[in-house]
């Protein structure tokens, strides 16, 4: 399918977005793992969770998912059962690598794959720490999936230094670490996402440069009731039309605001954005909070690299096309990570600012292009990746023309109703 996205003016009115996705793939693995029935309001319905849930019920796990709420009927640690077939996480990265953090520590074999997206991404990051666990996992002579695991009795805890800054493979090691003997620790250089810690209420002593992060083998997990706040990095692309599209006023309500997820924030804010954060609560141990956006002009070259790019790894389609239509330079450096994320998102990116008519310098890790304001509109591809869709369907708001981007359902993954929405704003 494609969808073609005229310009527009004055976007007004209240939004919500879909349930974080982060915290939704959490949600329903500590679920499974609690002993006792847990209810979830607010899970995310794109397909990245879904693929979890699928998982999971292949796995035993009880899981009634009704319109306002979701059931889950916890199986303790050790209350798993072996899957009939092979597990499809879908083009969920969260779901295999956690899944495989937790199925490492189990005593029955199984086998997770995807799809061709999936499939193509690198699991040696998760395979070597485990593997120090004594998990026994195999997966492709690329070391991409499938993922062959054979069942043990226990895991070993280790203490392992993130090399890549990256929040899946921390939560993999910290949910294999419950079936392991003693005390797990990872010390992450960089901060990534914290949502694991959060949830699982692990302790966490962040002092100078790093941060470590325990987890006690065998810890009970009780049941409870989880809210899952609207997802920031969806919350992204209509934050972003809001600034874009001349006279506009729109909120976007409910949405997570943890620290480790909106860099994206304080970099529009630093550069003239006209935003305001109202209604700020904390909900099942995460801040939340109201975001109202008024259009703006963006100004000032900006230059990302190093620790920014953890903070800000989702949102770097959004931030490209905010910048777009700025005439200031954006130059992003230390990003390899995008070129292994649902597609590789900086050829991504600078195939299609080119395919508008911008001139983008490519480097290995990242690239280069100065905004402008005239940007006529064109064809994009989506690579089947949802975030590039979403960012260059915001884009076609702006321009003259409009935007057609194809293979657009993608969307599905993280924000069904994406394009609905977008039309009718
Ligand atoms: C996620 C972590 C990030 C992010 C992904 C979701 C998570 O990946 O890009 O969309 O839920 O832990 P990395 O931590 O591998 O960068």
Known sequence: MDVTITPRQGLKGLFSVP??????????????????????????????????????RALGVEILDQRDQVTIVGRGLKGLRPARNELDAGNSGTTIRLLTGILSGQRFDSTISGDASLRRRPMKRIIDPLTMMGAKIKATENLTPPVAITGVPKLSSITYELPVASAQVKSALLFAGLFADGTTTVVESIRTRDHTERMLGLKVVAGGSKTVIEVEGGTKIEPRDFRVPGDFSSAAFLLVAGLLVPGSDLTIRNVGLNPTRTKLLDILCNHGANVAILNREVIGGEPVGDIRVRSSELHGDITLGGNDVAALIDEIPSLVVAWMFSNFNLTLRDARELRVKESDRIKALVVNLRA?????????????????NDVLGGVIDSFDDHRIAMAFGVAGLRTKEGIRVQRADCVSISYPRFWDVLQAM
């Open 19 to 56: 349930g974080d996705k982060s915290i939704s793939h959490r949600a329903l693995f500590i679920g499974a793992l609690a002993e006792g029935t847990s209810v979830i309001k607010g899970l995310s319905r794109g397909d990245d969770p879904l693929s979890t849930m699928r998982c999971l």
């Open 356 to 372: 508008v008519g911008l001139d983008v310098t490519e480097f290995d890790d990242g690239f280069a292009f100065r905004g402008n």
